[in-house]
């Protein structure tokens, strides 16, 4: 079946490192590829996603680019804040709407 | 537009007790899902609902269930509740239009405690 693998956290940095949260997927199929963000106490954000290969996702100074031919989408942002300390989630959903996650990263950034 | 909404936001119950738990979708999704979120399990998916009929279903022994109304409000229950069932219980929603790909909306989640 489908499945999801995040590099494990928890990934510590400094405010305005560059910070990478490596994902990788198996799937049949041509599955659509979201990362997802719960900050403390909440539920999951929709963080960006993208639905076909070589697509970028982008928001909020984060970016992911659907790599079909090394399934993978995995989340960089340039310069990260304090509030951007979270958990990140990435998954697959394919076309019959079943989603899958990873583990998740959990991101802890120093001032 | 609203969000998902999931009520109540906490619950303590004692073991062996039954719960439900409530998810308002967000207007125009027909396709409400469920997860269990535990520090040691990670996000579980439990099942989706879409139009009233289960869809898709985890690995979750019978006590725990769902269903889904006519206006898409989607309700789980949990019997004989065990302490292992503490944890926060994520709702989505979503318009799942087949071949579609389109995101979930999560809730803010139930954080149920079992003592």
């Known amino acids: 079946g489908d499945s999801v693998t995040q590099m494990e956290g928890p990934v510590t940095l400094s405010e305005e490192a560059f910070l990478t949260i490596n994902c990788t997927y198996t799937a049949t199929g041509y599955p659509s590829l979201f990362w997802y963000v719960q900050y403390p106490g909440e539920g999951l954000q929709l963080l960006l996603k993208a639905t076909k290969a070589d697509d970028k996702g982008s928001n909020k100074g984060f970016e992911a680019t659907y790599r079909k031919e090394t399934t993978s989408f995995h989340l960089e942002k340039g310069s990260v804040q304090v509030s951007d300390s979270a958990v990140y989630f990435c998954?697959?959903?394919?076309?019959?709407?079943?989603?899958?996650f990873g583990a998740g990263t959990q991101v802890v950034v120093t001032p | 537009k609203a969000g998902v909404t999931q009520t109540p936001r906490y619950l303590i119950k004692t073991r062996g007790q039954q719960v439900t738990l409530s998810c308002s979708p967000i207007?125009?999704?027909?396709?409400v899902s469920w997860y269990q979120q535990t520090p040691g399990q990670g996000l579980q998916f439990l099942f989706e609902y879409f139009s009233e009929t289960q869809r898709n279903k985890g690995n979750f022994p019978g006590r725990f269930s769902g269903r889904q109304f006519s206006n898409s409000r989607s309700e789980m229950n949990v019997s004989t509740l065990e302490l292992g069932d503490s944890a926060l219980y994520l709702c989505?929603?979503?318009?799942?239009?087949?071949?579609?790909?389109?995101?979930?909306?999560f809730g803010s989640g139930t954080r149920l405690t079992v003592v």
């Open positions: 989505a929603s979503s318009l799942a239009i087949e071949g579609g790909n389109y995101g979930y909306t």
């Open positions: 998954g697959i959903m394919d076309s019959w709407g079943k989603f899958q």
């Open positions: 207007s125009g999704h027909r396709s």
